[in-house]
């Protein structure tokens, strides 16, 4: 990996979870290059960065099989990834001439498009039901571009998002931080990767080769801060098929490297050089700092992903407070 893209820089932590807010509807307000300085200027930004780091640190050094608290709310968001599962099985590809982009995947999202407020109010409590049109529209957003058929980072923090607003909203505790990760985002890419499959989606703004992967980010950032430390794998260790094979159940760095040599062919340094490049990082908690500094500068601070996030009141445009 270019070393001029591995330096440090992260923000402060957001408090969580914040006082409430006045709820309303999210809209985007990155709409030319210059406004990307009111982004990493904002609320949103140092709640969203924050929200990555606090779980970031919480999975270090744990197996996805380790024993957590499985709440109430956690195990709705679970019901919830598992209807747009069904929803997929209901909805299967059509005919058409081109391979990729099965239009069937605009049918299945007109169905999340329908119910999303309706699903978020199976985990929203009663007593917090204004919020549910707000944090809808990140969940609506987290799924792909039901126009191009793609999907990308950008569709990934809006997941991320949706379950940051859940944080500050009080749904999620501090104390679900491994099942957020380990529970729900694992559900998550379980349902974006049979998306991705069942309708043959295009990588948003893909950067090709040199791009760390076509659809995800964060299962590297989160899973590789669970191997820090560990006592025999390495970094150069998920090069071998055989290493990547028997631990793939318990970090998701490895379950993402095994869909990677699935979905494409021929040699790895060729279809994935930036992960090939990271094989050669000594140890794992210097790939997860080098993944969060890469993850700022080549998803968080690029226009074309970030002309797409919204903003309401919980993730707010308004510059952080001091």
Not at 84 to 90: A, G, S, T, V, Y
Not at 101 to 129: H, M
Not at 312 to 322: D, K, N, R
Request: aromatic fraction near 12%.
């Amino acid at each position: 990996m270019a070393e001029s893209k591995w330096y440090l820089n992260s923000p402060k932590e957001a408090p969580w979870p914040a006082p409430r807010p006045s709820f309303m509807i999210p809209k985007k307000e990155i709409n030319m290059v210059p406004d990307m300085a009111k982004w990493k200027c904002s609320q949103a930004y140092a709640d969203y960065m924050g929200f990555i780091l606090k779980l970031n640190e919480s999975v270090k050094g744990k197996k996805l099989t380790c024993s957590y608290k499985v709440s109430e709310p956690i195990e709705k968001l679970v019901d919830l990834l598992d209807t747009l599962d069904r929803w997929i099985d209901e909805t299967p590809p059509v005919e058409q001439p081109s391979r990729f982009g099965n239009k069937a995947f605009r049918t299945w999202y007109t169905k999340l498009d329908q119910g999303a407020e309706n699903l978020v109010a199976t985990v929203v409590p009663r007593g917090l039901s204004e919020a549910v049109s707000e944090v809808a529209v990140y969940l609506k957003e987290s799924v792909g571009n039901p126009t191009r058929i793609d999907y990308g980072t950008g569709h990934e923090a809006a997941f991320v998002a949706f379950l940051c607003c859940l944080c500050k909203i009080g749904v999620l505790r501090v104390d679900d931080q491994l099942a957020i990760v380990f529970k729900v985002f694992s559900r998550y890419l379980e349902v974006m990767r049979k998306l991705q499959k069942t309708y043959r989606m295009e990588p948003a703004g893909s950067r090709g080769v040199w791009g760390l992967d076509d659809f995800q980010f964060l299962p590297f950032i989160w899973g590789s801060s669970q191997l820090i430390d560990h006592p025999n794998l390495e970094p150069q260790h998920f090069l071998d098929e055989k290493v990547v094979n028997e631990n793939h159940k318990e970090f998701m760095f490895l379950e993402c490297i095994l869909f990677v040599t699935e979905m494409k062919t021929g040699p790895f340094a060729e279809h994935s050089n930036q992960l090939w490049n990271i094989s050669a990082v000594p140890t794992w908690a210097k790939v997860n700092q080098g993944l969060v500094r890469m993850y700022k500068a080549e998803c968080l601070e690029k226009f074309p992903v970030i002309q797409h996030f919204k903003f309401g009141s919980l993730l707010s445009i308004q510059p952080v407070a001091s």
